[in-house]
């Protein structure tokens, strides 16, 4: 069984930071990848940034040069750093994590429980 959880949500003004961490456990074998997704009222789920094994970034364009995605493979942790917040980042934020369990076949994607971001003044 794999189990992902994250903290560091809330509420926060425009312009504020806001630490997003995501930490995965159980028999895992393998986490070749892991990321955070957002999903507001109404829109669909979509991908913010997603870091690889050997530390390779992928981001959104509305986050660039705002979000920093990084990684503690010791740890199985992923941060997602999010600065000069906006109320458009107001969404439910997902972690994933594409990663293989001990003894099962090919690697899946695991979820995290969603974790409220809200930006408003």
């Known amino acids: 069984q794999v189990r992902l959880v994250e903290s560091g949500g809330g509420l926060v003004q425009p312009g504020g930071s806001l630490r997003l961490s995501c930490a995965a456990s159980g028999n895992i074998f393998s986490i070749y990848a892991m990321g955070w997704y957002r999903q507001a009222p109404g829109k669909q789920r979509e991908l913010v940034a997603i870091?690889?094994?050997?530390?390779?970034?992928n981001y959104a364009d509305s986050v660039k040069g705002r979000f920093t995605i990084s990684r503690d493979n010791a740890k199985n942790t992923v941060y997602l750093q999010m600065d000069s917040l906006k109320p458009e980042d107001t969404a439910v934020y997902y972690c994933?994590?594409?990663?293989?369990?001990?003894?099962?076949?090919?690697?899946?994607?695991?979820w995290g429980q969603g974790t409220q971001v809200t930006v408003s003044s």
């Open positions: 994933n994590s594409h990663l293989a369990v001990v003894g099962g076949a090919g690697a899946w994607d695991y």
């Open positions: 870091i690889t094994s050997v530390g390779s970034t």
